[in-house]
T-cell receptor, first 113, second 115 residues
Framework: GQQLNQSPQSMFIQEGEDVSMNCTSS?????WLWYKQDPGEGPVLLIA?????ELTSNGRLTAQFGITRKDSFLNISASIPSDVGIYFC?????????????FGTGTRLTIIP | GAVVSQHPSWVICKSGTSVKIECRSL??????MFWYRQFPKQSLMLMAT?????????EQGVEKDKFLINHASLTLSTLTVTSAHPEDSSFYIC???????????FGPGTRLTVL
């Protein structure tokens, strides 16, 4: 089955630092989604990417759809305490009509005081 | 933005009892809803896909007789965990989308603890 690996698994940073994380797949994806999950909550959509090479921003967040269609990157600039949480990449595999999402393994972001 | 709610937000039950979890799309009609399960420190795993008015499609390894799904309307899907056991304790999350290819919006999740 599909598998999405995220790196790093966890990050410990200081407030104000920039953050970079990535997601790689063993197969091609047509859409990449980035979600954030706070403890005890459901995932919230941050950014959606629909085209290879696409670079999209949402405030301090920037995500890119890799040219190979097998990876995606998420950057957070000038981190703040509310950025703490788990970030998941997700996407439907490229099979035509496939609507199911596969979720990545997650990157846990912690901000050190 | 799209809003999806779940009820209850948490539930504790005795082993052998059944628990029903509701998922509602509050400001849009959802042709499809999805049910996920998330164990501590793990990612979300899809359990089943629920289309309004038809039988749910279950993922491999998910028992359809144990996890009963009903999608009676375009705004409501329910998941019933029958004869719950401690190993069913998990965080259950639903999502909903308007149309094929549309983005999925997630509910806040329901934490089930089976004693």
């Amino acid at each position: 089955g599909q598998q999405l690996n995220q790196s790093p698994q966890s990050m410990f940073i200081q407030e104000g630092e920039d953050v970079s994380m990535n997601c790689t797949s063993s197969s091609i994806f047509n859409t990449w989604l980035w979600y954030k999950q706070d403890p005890g909550e459901g995932p919230v959509l941050l950014i959606a990417l629909y085209k290879a090479g696409e670079l999209t921003s949402n405030g301090r967040l920037t995500a890119q759809f890799g040219i190979t269609r097998k990876d995606s990157f998420l950057n957070i600039s000038a981190s703040i305490p509310s950025d703490v949480g788990i970030y998941f990449c997700a996407g439907p595999p490229s099979n035509f009509g496939n609507e199911k999402l596969t979720f990545g393994t997650g990157t846990r972001l912690t901000i050190i005081p | 933005g799209a809003v999806v709610s779940q009820h209850p937000s948490w539930v504790i039950c005795k082993s052998g009892t059944s628990v029903k979890i509701e998922c509602r799309s509050l400001d849009f009609q959802a042709t499809t809803m999805f049910w996920y399960r998330q164990f501590p420190k793990q990612s979300l795993m899809l359990m089943a896909t629920s289309n309004e008015g038809s039988k749910a499609t279950y993922e491999q390894g998910v028992e359809k007789d144990k996890f009963l799904i009903n999608h009676a309307s375009l705004t409501l899907s329910t998941l019933t965990v029958t004869s719950a056991h401690p190993e069913d304790s998990s965080f259950y999350i639903c999502s909903a989308r308007r149309d094929v290819g549309a983005v999925q919006y997630f509910g806040p999740g329901t934490r089930l603890t089976v004693l």
